[in-house]
Structures are given as structure tokens and as C-alpha cells.
């Protein structure tokens, strides 16, 4: 029994080194590569209520490691949040989003905006910036905003909101129904489309009440004139389900994992060839 105590502490002593050890990783080499284009853009496609044709791509952001692999954002957007990394990570993102837009020209492109990215004093600047250098119309343009960008500073989030929407940018307010506060941000800031989160529909069929909850975001999000997105779509059931709602427009799995911008392409290409 005491080996076995031994064996377990060791066990997690292994563990603990193993996250200390990635996240000096991160620290060392994230910054490297973002300045050396050393980081990558996957795109999930956001389909019609039909689930037949695709109407927009969400940028979702991808670390290549030499040593390490594909790493996704959880591991490391926090980190750039904490060193200061994420401004110029979110100006990377949204530029290479912008460009890679030029080649979907009927398609909306989703970039996801931290907090404090979208809370730094130039950030209306900069994308405006951005979306000029790339020449793209910015009504194609989509910010995935979450309920953190009005933290400490409301009246400033509003206004930056409106600059946006006055630039005819769009602005999405994600992981719906997470927060706190969800309903009183629909009455006060210019949101043009909610996306319920991922986590009411991975219960949705065990147990009643998120579907009840799923439900009511859909008419709530309707009777709002908003657009209402699903993410996390899986299964066929829950397509059906979000389809007979009034769901606007879905995300999942279940219709494609985020991939590559050539990937799109392709997929693009073969709608047109039906
Ligand atoms: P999110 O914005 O809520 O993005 C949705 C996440 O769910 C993505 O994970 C996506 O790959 C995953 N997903 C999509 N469909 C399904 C599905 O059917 N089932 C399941 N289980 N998962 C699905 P990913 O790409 O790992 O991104 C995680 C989070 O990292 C994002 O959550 C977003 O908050 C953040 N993130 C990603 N890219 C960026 C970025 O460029 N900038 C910032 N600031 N954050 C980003
Ligand atoms: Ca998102
Ligand atoms: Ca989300
Ligand atoms: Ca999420």
C-alpha cells in the first residue's frame, strides 16, 4: 500500500511537471510564433437551417509545434491573455482571416475576439484598420464576442459596438446563456446575432430542461430580430430539433469539424458542381 502511495504521488508530481513544462513552451515560443507567422487558421462552416448550403466559416486558430503537434486555442489563448500576447494574436488572427476571406466572396468569416483584445482603447482602430489593408467588404465580417468584453467598462463596450456596427461589421455574442447577464446584454448593446453554447445541446437528450432552455433562447432570440446560431451540432436529432425551432443557422461536427482554408475550397467547389 505505501509503494502504491508512492507510485500515485509520483504519478501526479509526473503530471504536474508535464503542465509546467508546456507551459513554459507556450510562454517561450508563442510569441515567436506569432511574429513569424508560425501560427494557422482552421474555418468551420456554418450552415443554413437545412443544413444544404454554407453560408459563413467561423476562424478558429491552430498552433503548428515543431515538437509538439497541432495545439488548439484552449491551451494556449489564456496564456497569450496573461503575457500579453493577445493583441498582437488577435491582429494576426483577424488579418489572415480577412485575407483568406478574399477567397470565399459569398461567404460571412467569424473571427473570435478575447476580452481584453476587444477592450484595449485602439481595438476599433485596428480592425478598422485591418479590414481596410485587406480590402474586404466589412459587412462580411463577423466578431465572436463574449459576454467579458463589458467587464469593468460598459459605456466604453457600447460605444466600440456601435463604431463597429456603423463600420457594418457584425457582432456575435457567443457561448449564449453561459453568463450571467445574457439578457440584459440583448436589450443594451448592438448585437446582431446570438450562438447558443455548445453545452446546452451535449445535455439536450438527457435531460429535459435544456431543451426546454434551447427553446426558449431560440424564440427569445427571434422574437429579438437576431440571428440565432447552434454550435456543437452532432447528431441528426439535434439538427431536426434545432431546424423545426426556427434555429437561423448551424455549426457542428455534424456537418463539418473546423479545417483548412483549401478544404473549404474544395467544399465550396463541389456545392457549385451539384
Ligand atoms: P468557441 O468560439 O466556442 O469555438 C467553438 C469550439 O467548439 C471550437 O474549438 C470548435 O472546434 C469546437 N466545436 C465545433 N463544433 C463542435 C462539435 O460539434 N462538437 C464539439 N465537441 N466541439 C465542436 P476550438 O477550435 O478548440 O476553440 C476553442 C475556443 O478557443 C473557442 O471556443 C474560442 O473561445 C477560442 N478561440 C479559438 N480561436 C480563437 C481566436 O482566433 N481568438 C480568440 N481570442 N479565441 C479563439
Ligand atoms: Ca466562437
Ligand atoms: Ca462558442
Ligand atoms: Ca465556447
Given amino acids: 500500500a505505501k509503494n502504491e502511495g ?32 508560425g501560427l494557422t487558421l482552421h474555418y468551420q462552416p456554418q450552415m443554413s437551417a437545412d443544413g444544404e448550403t454554407i453560408v459563413g466559416v467561423e476562424a478558429l486558430v491552430r498552433w503548428p509545434h515543431p515538437r509538439q503537434g497541432l495545439i488548439t486555442p484552449n491551451r494556449f489563448i489564456s496564456v497569450a491573455e496573461e503575457r500579453g500576447l493577445i493583441i498582437p494574436l488577435g491582429e494576426w488572427v483577424l488579418r489572415r482571416a480577412c485575407e483568406d476571406a478574399k477567397r470565399w466572396p459569398n461567404l460571412r468569416v467569424a473571427v473570435n475576439v478575447s476580452a481584453i483584445q476587444f477592450r484595449h482603447r485602439d481595438f476599433v482602430r485596428s480592425v478598422m484598420r485591418i ?115 426556427g434555429c437561423h443557422e448551424l455549426q457542428g461536427y455534424l456537418f463539418s469539424k473546423p479545417v483548412p482554408a483549401e478544404e473549404i475550397d474544395r467544399m465550396l467547389a463541389m456545392a457549385s458542381d451539384e
Fill in 131 to 245: 479590414v481596410t489593408e485587406s480590402g474586404i467588404d466589412p459587412t462580411r465580417l463577423e466578431l465572436e464576442l463574449t459576454e467579458g468584453v463589458v467587464v469593468d467598462d460598459a459605456d466604453a463596450a457600447e460605444e466600440a459596438m456601435m463604431e463597429l456596427r456603423a463600420l457594418g461589421i457584425r457582432l456575435a455574442l457567443d457561448d449564449f446563456g453561459t453568463g450571467y447577464s445574457s439578457l440584459i446584454y440583448l436589450r443594451r448593446f448592438a448585437i446582431d446575432k446570438i450562438k447558443i453554447d455548445r453545452s446546452f445541446l451535449e445535455s439536450m437528450e438527457t435531460t429535459g430542461e435544456s431543451a426546454i432552455l434551447v427553446h426558449s433562447i431560440v424564440h427569445l432570440g427571434r422574437a429579438l430580430g437576431l440571428t440565432v446560431t447552434a454550435e456543437g451540432v452532432e447528431t441528426r436529432e439535434q439538427h431536426q430539433f434545432l431546424q423545426a425551432l
Fill in 6 to 37: 508512492r507510485n500515485r504521488y509520483s504519478f501526479f508530481e509526473r503530471q504536474m511537471d508535464e503542465a509546467l513544462r508546456l507551459r513554459k513552451i507556450v510562454e517561450d515560443d508563442l510569441r515567436n510564433a506569432i511574429a513569424n507567422d
